[in-house]
């Protein structure tokens, strides 16, 4: 029985049902749809403590051990004044645990990305700083990556996202579905 891909989503903002979260969740039902498990970190879940400030709590090791097993990960980010929201690129340092990992960071994970503004200018440059970001973490951004403009009337994005997903579930099979699995981390740290 071949391995089912863990996709890990990260997105939305402290607003229940916002755009990129309603987004962010239409990329895991695809991704579920076509036989992948999935697990969602958006919205509340994702207020995290400002990276480096505290040792990691409960809450924050559960993300960092989610995204240890990933073989996928989807990031949805609002477009706030041109750039990721603070939460979203909050919750990204902490794949900083992940550093000292056999496979660190983001290595070998594909990562698609979804950006959420009201303008075209706005998400254009959110989608470029998710790359950047993405790229420095050692991921594999999709070759789409979706913009969708919520000033926009039934703006969801429906044929773009199934797209995107399709390739993290390519990439991930093609980078070893499961492999995931075997990444333990080489040792730990503690933040101060």
Not at 52 to 77: H, I, K, Q
């Amino acid at each position: 029985m071949a391995a089912r891909p863990l996709i890990v989503g990260i997105g939305g903002t402290t607003r229940n049902g916002s755009s990129s979260e309603q987004l962010l969740h239409r990329a895991l039902a695809a991704a579920q749809a076509a036989g992948a498990d999935t697990l969602a970190f958006s919205g509340e879940g994702l207020v995290f403590p400002i990276y480096g400030t505290v040792t990691p709590g409960a809450a924050e090791l559960a993300f960092v051990e989610a995204l240890r097993r990933a073989d996928g990960v989807v990031v949805a980010s609002p477009g706030y004044h041109g750039s990721v929201s603070g939460m979203v690129k909050n919750a990204l340092d902490y794949v900083e645990e992940l550093r000292g990992d056999i496979r660190p960071y983001l290595e070998g994970r594909p990562v698609g990305l979804i950006a959420a503004a009201a303008g075209w200018q706005a998400g254009g440059s959110t989608l470029q700083h998710l790359r950047s970001i993405v790229h420095a973490l050692r991921g594999w951004p999709t070759p789409l990556g979706v913009i969708a403009n919520s000033s926009l009337p039934d703006c969801d994005c429906g044929d773009q996202i199934a797209l995107m997903v399709n390739q993290v579930l390519n990439f991930a099979d093609a980078f070893g579905v499961g492999k995931a699995t075997m990444a333990a981390p080489l040792q730990s740290r503690n933040v101060a």
